[in-house]
């Protein structure tokens, strides 16, 4: 990468301030959320010419400062189902906290509609095709220890979702740095067409692109898209690093830049930043493993396993959990966002406040996700329980899986999804509503029993489904039969270090699912009321006791939970 070429209208003895890169501490990385929970496979939403159709609707909707959903709507000819969701997936992605989007209530963010230039970003992003997995670089390690495929894979479809992650080759989520690079790569390649949409023409002059500049406001919205420095919250925003806005006079209007020379600067530093990256995978390839990394081979263990992995980007990841609890709180996490990736027949908890969460390629276990206040999505699992206080959930190629879900928004099934249930939240711990007012949850609304079913075929994805098959409808979730929904018990591990009030489940049940609940109640203790009356000699009690004993202990067994208390002995 030392060779590559400079961008075409960049020179090397160009004494433009503008023309100089970053430091190192301060690159240009991509933001990750609009790539990683942004996109929507909604065909209307992927243009064959993006710019001459976003360029159209950027004129047509010039005359609104915001875009609600009816216009958004008529404007792309889609139902107002899908607008309300670009929305509101819009509203979980959004760069700036302050924008009045991200700040409306989850019942309003259709009135109050999205600023257009976000908009158009975020409609040009859905041209991005995600990077293909990877093959795990432990094959045989993961081989040992992953279950079998399902009993549905011969029959349900030619390619399931866990045929696809778990083929013989062990194909596992790209590594951070490789996606990094993906991205980065794909804003290069676009770059000159995004900020033709993001420039205004200047007067007088013609058509061509040199009549094209940038406002200070206008480069800001690149915020959508990358940002400067590992981390967003370090505070620098793409203006203040920018040589050509750097030093402007806060009291004084910023005076626009050609748009050419804002390309010249992104596009070397966008190379610079791929530059280091290459450096990092080649040195990370070639040096020994380390306890960071990413792809830690899957082992048994318990709770303190230190499978946690802190990114220098603010996740935390949580990969390769077999046949194990384990569990983390808002102390023990480096950053807002956790992927839990790769984990097998485990009980994992992850009792925080978060921004987002990913759960890929897991199976035959439970996961508890305390509350996400943008967004959670689950791809690619088996059989797995998930519990979750979400703002909004997407369920994309899982199978078997049930889903306990308190969410403010309408939860999104896409892609090869078979034999899917929902069913109302059904946990508690005692920081729980303290999390969920730190991450925004309302707890009077969940639309668990709401789900939005959209295409099979993800666009993003090619290896979603085989090429050339006509989209159809995902199969949607049912819902968990109230008489077999019960409560899921979280264990107090640190007794009387936690100052939570939450004593109860914070969303209110359904009417069926109360009754049930109250049946299921009213019947354990008329057994133990039984218990305590019935006449038995001491020598019977014993039996009885002696009974019911082995009789837990084999259901232990049987379901694994016995793990749990080894686990749980073991801390």
């Excluded at 082992?299 to 384990?326: H, L, M, Q, V, W």
């Amino acid at each position: 990468m030392a060779d590559a070429a400079e961008p075409p209208s960049t020179s090397t003895s160009d004494p433009n301030p503008s023309a100089s890169p970053l430091s190192p501490s301060s690159q240009i990385h991509p933001r990750r959320e609009p790539f990683e929970h942004g996109l929507l496979p909604i065909p209307k939403l992927i243009f064959p010419d993006p710019t001459q159709t976003l360029g159209q609707l950027r004129q047509k909707l010039a005359s609104q400062p915001r875009v609600d959903a009816a216009a958004l709507a008529e404007a792309l000819q889609i139902s107002t189902d899908h607008a309300r969701l670009v929305l509101d997936t819009l509203a979980s992605v959004l760069h700036s906290e302050s924008d009045p989007l991200v700040k409306a209530p989850p019942g309003e963010i259709d009135s109050v509609g999205a600023d257009s230039r976000d908009l158009i970003l975020f409609l040009y992003i859905q041209s991005y095709k995600k990077l293909l997995p990877r093959t795990h670089k432990d094959s045989a390690a993961v081989a040992d220890v992953w279950p079998s495929t399902s009993a549905f894979d011969g029959y349900l479809s030619a390619l399931s979702p866990l045929q696809l992650v778990r083929s013989n080759s062990r194909r596992f989520m790209p590594s951070q740095a490789d996606e990094e690079a993906h991205q980065l790569s794909y804003l290069q390649k676009h770059m000159g067409n995004i900020l033709s949409l993001l420039a205004e023409p200047v007067e007088g002059e013609g058509e061509g692109e040199e009549s094209l500049v940038l406002t200070m406001e206008g480069f800001e919205h690149l915020g959508f898209l990358m940002q400067v420095g590992e981390k967003s919250s370090e505070g620098v925003s793409l203006g203040q690093a920018a040589p050509f806005f750097a030093n402007s006079d806060p009291d004084m209007p910023a005076v626009p830049v050609p748009a050419s020379e804002v390309l010249d600067w992104v596009s070397q530093n966008i190379t610079s930043a791929l530059e280091a990256i290459t450096e990092r995978i080649s040195a990370k390839e070639n040096g020994p493993s380390s306890a960071s990394d990413q792809d830690v081979a899957m082992a048994d263990s318990c709770n303190n396993s230190g499978k946690t992995s802190p990114s220098s980007r603010g996740t935390s990841f949580i990969e390769g959990i077999s046949k194990s609890s384990y569990v983390k709180q808002a102390s023990d996490l480096k950053g807002s966002s956790v992927k839990v990736l790769n984990c097998h027949d485990s009980v994992i908890y992850i009792l925080a406040p978060l921004r987002y969460a990913t759960v890929y390629g897991c199976s035959d276990s439970t996961i508890v996700l305390g509350a996400v206040g943008k967004a959670v999505r689950i791809e690619h699992c088996e059989r797995v329980h998930v519990i979750t206080a979400a703002k909004r959930v997407c369920i994309a190629n899982c199978r078997e899986c049930a889903f306990f879900l308190g969410v403010n928004q309408r939860p999104l099934m896409v892609g090869d999804n078979h034999k899917l249930q929902v069913a109302p939240y059904n946990t508690f711990y005692a920081d729980l509503e303290a999390h969920m007012v730190e991450a925004g949850i309302e707890a009077n609304i969940n639309k668990w029993d709401e789900p939005l079913a959209l295409g099979v075929v993800d666009p993003h994805d090619s290896l979603s489904h085989p090429a050339g098959v006509s989209d159809v409808q995902a199969e949607t979730a049912a819902r968990i039969d109230p008489d077999l929904f019960t409560n899921f018990l979280i264990p107090n591990w640190f007794g009387g270090e936690s100052l939570g009030m939450t004593k109860d489940n914070p969303f209110p049940l359904p009417d069926n699912y109360m009754e049930s609940r109250q049946k299921n109640l009213k019947s354990l203790d008329e057994m133990k009321q039984l218990l305590r009356d019935t006449p038995l000699e001491d020598s019977r009690k014993r039996e009885l006791s002696s009974a019911l004993h082995v009789l837990f202990k084999d259901w232990l067994y049987a379901s694994g939970n016995v793990r749990q208390l080894y686990c749980l002995q073991g801390d």
